[in-house]
């Protein structure tokens, strides 16, 4: 990579890896450490084809959920989240202050955390990086049929591991105050 190449790839990565941290964070189902290996090996493989390529970010994005996909079709046991006691359905009322997002937050991810991996990545696609289910097919290799099911089923299981939600979702038509880009709202 020439001094300019290299000098453009610093500036995208000091630029946009805090977007693409977030979205490697949703479909590691919360998991910061296995995040950031999944953001680096994507930022290695990107920096190699630098100057081939047209649309970093798409490009770099594509490349985390492939390599999400990889991971979860190994035959390694996938590690599991146990506890002792099932957390409070009972909290403050979701007001616009800056807790009761944060609060949301919070009770998302472990929602998520608790969701297969294809079920997380198929929910982050389609709800977090809003795609429709055409390019979700695409990017994960299999029908919009297959997306559809799996786009249901996931959200049947996520109401039923975290009712917590129900209680902590906004009203219809109330926005939330910070502008945060992480999930706050599960669409049927």
Known sequence: ?????????RDFVANRSSALLKTAVLLSGGDR???????????IKVAGRWNRVDEPEAYV???????QVSRWRLKWPRRELSVAEPPET??????????????????MRGALARLTARQRTVLV????????????????GCSVGT?????????????T??????ALAPA?????????????????
């Not at 990579?1 to 790839?9: C, H, L, Q």
């Not at 009972?90 to 009770?107: C, I, M």
């Open 147 to 159: 997306v559809r099911s799996t786009t249901h089923r996931s959200l049947a299981r996520l109401r």
């Open 161 to 166: 591991l975290a009712p917590e939600l129900a």
């Open 125 to 140: 696609l389609r709800y977090f990086e809003d795609l429709p289910e055409a390019d979700v097919a695409r990017l994960l």
């Open 172 to 188: 219809a038509g109330e926005q939330l105050s910070s502008r945060d880009y992480s999930p706050v709202e599960v669409r049927p």
């Open 90 to 107: 009972s909290g403050p009322a979701l007001g616009t202050d800056a807790s009761a997002a944060a609060e949301l937050r919070v009770v």
């Open 33 to 43: 450490h296995a995040a950031e290996d999944l953001l680096q090996n994507a930022l």
């Open 61 to 67: 994005r594509r490349i985390l959920y492939r390599q």
């Open 1 to 9: 990579m020439d001094a300019e190449a290299d000098e453009s790839f």
